[in-house]
């Protein structure tokens, strides 16, 4: 993962983003069956606040999402995010978070 990054691990997990203490959550659940090549995210900020998160993988893997509140990823392809990192802004503070997924 990335240097000064939160690591969001494989399985179910939930974990803060870097600095400690800021209100940008994100959860990850694997896929099964079906649905196994896939993680889903769920990025949580601030109610009411616009938040805008980004995926980045080597091999030019891309992502990106802007919502209100909470994000709901859909489907990210496992075998190409490995080693990837996510950028989670409130743009309503303009407040950031790193995360990496393990």
């Not at 196994?36 to 998160?53: K, N, T």
């Not at 994000?71 to 990496?100: M, N, Q």
């Amino acid at each position: 993962a990335e240097e000064g990054c939160a690591c969001v691990r494989a399985g179910q997990g939930s974990v803060g983003g870097l600095p400690k203490g800021n209100s940008i959550h994100v959860s990850r659940v694997d896929g099964l069956g079906s649905h196994g090549g896939c993680y889903y995210l769920s990025i949580v900020g601030p109610v009411g606040h616009q938040v805008s998160a980004v995926l980045e993988a080597a091999g030019g893997y891309q992502r990106s999402w802007h919502q209100f509140g909470q994000i709901y990823s859909g489907c990210v392809h496992k075998d190409a995010t490995v080693g990837a990192g996510l950028h989670v802004t409130d743009t309503t503070t303009g407040e950031t978070a790193r995360f990496g997924m393990c």
